[in-house]
């Protein structure tokens, strides 16, 4: 039998999923197979959707799909919460992730950490991933063949994860996810329709912002729309 604070659980997600809706202008309901799926997998433990993370890492493989498996350390896939309501999608990893194999985990990681709790959120709630998934040599600008190697499994991690909101970070992350070669300074500010229903916001990169601190009023502009979509509350 269903316990009581199970159900309770259930009606609070559903609840805020109708706020992160609501909050990126969704109309009505759509009865799709793809959308009923969606709903009956809600409630679904952990484990079943990191087992999905699981496969897609193993399709990666130790892959050489592309030159940047010649210089690389480790193949930077991604973490967090199978489950999240949130994504962050960079641009690729730099030499502290490549290090240590983890997304975010450098200076830039660190401001982006700092973001993630300003939301109310901690690390461990969200899902943070890279467009590509090795260091580019002097951490240069991805190729366009590299991003084509990576594409499908950036893909396919979102559909895993199933957010309601994917927060690109940057350029490269914005003009992949969304197809598009217009300026991050034009495409953030507002949602953009992407698969499923999921909704892109698109900011400037955390590594930009330790350059240019004059444009961190503009992230947190981006980053209070998310939280309002989500449902979560500002303080004061």
């Known amino acids: 039998m269903t316990s009581k604070k199970a159900f309770n ?8 999923t109708l706020k992160a809706a609501a909050g990126v202008g969704w109309q009505g309901l759509d009865c799709s197979d793809k959308i009923v799926d969606r709903v009956e997998r809600w409630g679904a433990v952990d484990r079943e959707l990191s087992e999905s993370l699981n496969q897609i890492r193993a399709d990666l493989g130790d892959c050489a799909r ?7 350390r480790n193949i930077v896939f991604g973490e967090g919460s199978g489950q999240a309501r949130l994504v962050f999608v960079g641009e690729g990893p730099g030499y502290d992730e490549d290090v240590q194999g983890s997304p975010f985990v450098g200076a830039a990681g660190k401001l982006l950490t700092k973001i993630i709790q300003a939301m109310k959120l901690e690390r461990e709630q ?3 991933c890279n467009v590509i998934k090795c260091r580019p040599p002097g951490n240069r600008n991805p190729h366009p063949n590299e991003i084509a190697a990576c594409l499908p499994f950036l893909k396919r991690q979102i559909a895993a994860v199933a957010p ?6 940057g350029t490269f992350a914005a003009q992949t996810l969304l197809d598009t070669r217009e300026p991050i300074s034009r495409l953030r500010g507002r949602f953009h329709p ?7 916001m698109p900011t400037y ?3 930009y912002l330790l350059r240019n601190a004059g444009k961190k009023k503009e992230v947190w502009s981006d980053v209070q729309k998310i939280m309002k979509a989500m449902g979560i509350e500002k303080d004061g």
Request: glycine share 2%; with cysteine; aromatic share 6%.
């Open 9 to 16: 659980d259930t009606i609070d997600q559903i609840q805020n």
């Open 66 to 72: 592309c030159r940047l498996s010649e210089k690389r």
């Open 126 to 128: 969200v899902y943070i």
């Open 164 to 169: 309601a909101i994917v927060c690109a970070l």
């Open 194 to 200: 992407y698969e499923d229903g999921i909704q892109i």
């Open 205 to 207: 990169h955390p590594a």
